[in-house]
């Protein structure tokens, strides 16, 4: 358990969706709650937005699109993460993370964790939930923003 003190924010909300040449699943809105640390001012809020039991289907291959909103229903941040699953064999899951950092050491602004499921042939889940990493304040516009992406290295696929 953590001794750092921290303040949870109700009110969140994920607006999901996914296109793709195959399908196109509709937009899911899923609320969720924010998690500050009090460790210091550029500390980001965390996140886990949970997903239906069942998760939410997506195409072999397309693009995850995320928005998120505030409680007052701003929106905060759409996050744009490319995706292909065409080598994934069924009964086995992955993930796949967006960074966005910024700074010399670098300093991290956003984040989103995406897990994904095949559990038969040709049928692809966003699946459990999706964790978010955002700032307590929107970025200084000099500020360079660097992207990079992470997923499994030494073994794609994992059993599932």
């Given at each position: 358990?953590?001794?750092?003190?921290?303040?949870?924010?109700?009110?969140?909300?994920?607006?999901?969706?996914?296109?793709?040449?195959?399908?196109?699943?509709?937009?899911?809105?899923?609320?969720?709650?924010?998690?500050?640390?009090?460790?210091?001012?550029?500390?980001?809020?965390?996140?886990?937005?949970?997903?239906?039991?069942?998760?939410?289907?997506?195409?072999?291959?397309?693009?995850?699109?995320?928005?998120?909103?505030?409680?007052?229903?701003?929106?905060?941040?759409?996050?744009?993460?490319?995706?292909?699953?065409?080598?994934?064999?069924?009964?086995?899951?992955?993930?796949?993370?967006?960074?966005?950092?910024?700074?010399?050491?670098?300093?991290?602004?956003?984040?989103v964790?995406?897990?994904?499921?095949?559990?038969?042939?040709?049928r692809?889940?966003?699946?459990?939930?999706?964790?978010?990493?955002?700032?307590s304040?929107?970025?200084d516009?000099?500020?360079?923003?660097?992207?990079?992406?992470?997923?499994?290295?030494?073994?794609?696929?994992?059993?599932?």
């Amino acid at each position: 358990m953590s001794t750092t003190a921290s303040t949870s924010f109700e009110g969140f909300v994920a607006d999901l969706g996914v296109s793709g040449k195959d399908l196109i699943p509709p937009h899911k809105r899923l609320p969720f709650q924010a998690v500050y640390y009090h460790v210091d001012p550029d500390t980001p809020y965390v996140g886990t937005v949970d997903l239906p039991e069942k998760g939410y289907r997506v195409p072999e291959k397309g693009l995850v699109q995320l928005t998120l909103f505030n409680p007052t229903k701003t929106p905060i941040k759409t996050f744009l993460v490319p995706y292909d699953l065409s080598g994934m064999p069924p009964l086995t899951k992955t993930f796949l993370r967006q960074k966005i950092v910024t700074g010399t050491p670098p300093l991290l602004r956003y984040a989103v964790h995406l897990r994904f499921a095949s559990p038969k042939k040709k049928r692809f889940y966003l699946y459990r939930n999706i964790r978010v990493v955002f700032p307590s304040r929107v970025p200084d516009e000099v500020e360079k923003l660097i992207l990079s992406y992470e997923g499994p290295q030494d073994c794609k696929y994992f059993p599932y």
